[in-house]
C-alpha cells in the first residue's frame, strides 16, 4: 500500500492504493468510500481484493484529510468533485467504485455530475430522507439524534442514532413516545466529555442524508448503477432508503449479505460477513448479479 497526499486549494485529500498502477490485472481500480467514515474501515473488505488494484481515501475534513476552506459542514456535490480529483490523480481512466452508506450519497453526486468518472456503482444503502414517504417524520427523527447529542453528548447521542436506524417501518408516533434511551444500555459512555464536532450525530452531514438524486442524470449516464442493500437491514431506515433509491432508478435494491456494516470485521464492534460479502461484491462487479 502507498499513500498520497492530493494538495488542492480547498483541501489535502489523503488516499491510499492498494496495488500496483497500472493494474496488474487490466481492470480499472476499485474505489471504496464512506461518509463519515474514512479509508480504515475499508481495511477488512480490500483485503478479499488481492487480485485487484484497491483505493481508499478520507473525505475531506476526516482522517487525515485536512480542511482548508474554513467549513466543517459536509457536502455531497463539494465531496463528488474531490473523489473526481483522486480518480484524475490516479491516470487510470474511469473506475469500478463501490460506496457505502454517506459515500454512497456521494458517489450519486458523483455519477450525476461527472458521468464518465465511473464505469459501475455499487451504491450500498445510502441514506436519502428525501425518497422516503415519511419524510417529515424522519427528518424529526433525525433532528432528535442531533438534539440529544447537543444536550447530553456522545453516548446520549449514539444511543438515539441506533434507535432511530434499528427502528422497523416509518417513524410513526409510537416511535417518537419512546423515552430517551440510556447510553449504558448500549455500552455508551453516560458522561459527557463537552465535544459536540461528531459528523454522524451532528448537523454537519445534515446535506449528505438530505440530498436528493438526479434520477434523470443518473439514468442518463453511461454508468451501471447497482443500489445494494444487506439481507438483515430488513425494514430500517437504510433499507427503506435503499429501497426507494433503487425505485427512483427504475430498479430493484441488490441484496448483499449481512447488514449495514456487513463489510467490517468487527473494527467498530459492529462485525459483518466481509467474506461473503467480498464474494457478493465481486460477482456484482463481474455482471453475475
Given at each position: 500500500m502507498t499513500t498520497h497526499i492530493?494538495?488542492?486549494?480547498?483541501?489535502?485529500?489523503?488516499?491510499?492504493?492498494?496495488?500496483?498502477?497500472?493494474?496488474?490485472?487490466?481492470?480499472p481500480p476499485l474505489v471504496m468510500i464512506g461518509q463519515p467514515m474514512d479509508a480504515g474501515g475499508f481495511a477488512a473488505l480490500a483485503?478479499?481484493?488481492?487480485?485487484?488494484?484497491?483505493?481508499?481515501?478520507?473525505p475531506r475534513g476526516l482522517g487525515r484529510s485536512t480542511r482548508k476552506d474554513g467549513?466543517?459542514?459536509?457536502?455531497?456535490?463539494?465531496?463528488?468533485?474531490?473523489?473526481?480529483?483522486?480518480?484524475?490523480?490516479?491516470?487510470?481512466?474511469?473506475?469500478?467504485m463501490f460506496a457505502s452508506s454517506g459515500g454512497a450519497v456521494t458517489a450519486l453526486a458523483l455519477v450525476a455530475a461527472y458521468p464518465d468518472a465511473l464505469t459501475t456503482l455499487v451504491a450500498h444503502e445510502p441514506p436519502l430522507i428525501p425518497l422516503l414517504p415519511d419524510a417529515p417524520a424522519a427528518e424529526r427523527a433525525r433532528a432528535g439524534v442531533r438534539d440529544a447529542y447537543e444536550a447530553k453528548g456522545?453516548?446520549?447521542?449514539?444511543?438515539?442514532?441506533?434507535?432511530?436506524?434499528?427502528?422497523?417501518?416509518?417513524?410513526?408516533?409510537?416511535?417518537?413516545?419512546?423515552?430517551?434511551?440510556?447510553?449504558a444500555a448500549f455500552g455508551m459512555p453516560t458522561e459527557d466529555d463537552g465535544s459536540r464536532e461528531d459528523p454522524l450525530l451532528s448537523d454537519r452531514s445534515?446535506?449528505?442524508?438530505?440530498?436528493?438524486?438526479?434520477?434523470?442524470?443518473?439514468?442518463?449516464?453511461?454508468?451501471?448503477?447497482?443500489?445494494?442493500?444487506?439481507?438483515?437491514?430488513?425494514d430500517t431506515f437504510t433499507g427503506r432508503t435503499s429501497v426507494a433509491t433503487a425505485q427512483l432508478l427504475g430498479r430493484r435494491a441488490t441484496v448483499f449479505p449481512s447488514h449495514h456494516g456487513g463489510f467490517l470485521d468487527g473494527e467498530f464492534g459492529y462485525a459483518g460477513q466481509p467474506e461473503a460479502f467480498a464474494r457478493r461484491l465481486r460477482e456484482v462487479l463481474d455482471g453475475l448479479n
Open positions: 492530493l494538495k488542492t486549494p480547498e483541501v489535502d485529500l489523503a488516499y491510499d492504493v492498494h496495488g500496483p498502477l497500472p493494474t496488474a490485472d487490466g481492470r483485503s478479499h481484493f488481492p487480485e485487484r488494484t484497491v483505493v481508499t481515501y478520507d467549513r466543517v459542514d459536509h457536502e455531497p456535490t463539494i465531496q463528488a468533485a474531490d473523489v473526481r480529483a483522486i480518480i484524475e490523480a490516479l491516470g487510470a481512466g474511469p473506475v469500478e456522545w453516548g446520549a447521542g449514539m444511543a438515539a442514532f441506533i434507535v432511530m436506524t434499528s427502528w422497523q417501518g416509518e417513524f410513526t408516533d409510537e416511535y417518537f413516545a419512546q423515552p430517551a434511551p440510556d447510553p445534515w446535506a449528505v442524508s438530505g440530498y436528493r438524486p438526479d434520477a434523470d442524470a443518473l439514468t442518463a449516464a453511461p454508468t451501471r448503477v447497482v443500489i445494494a442493500v444487506g439481507e438483515e437491514t430488513g
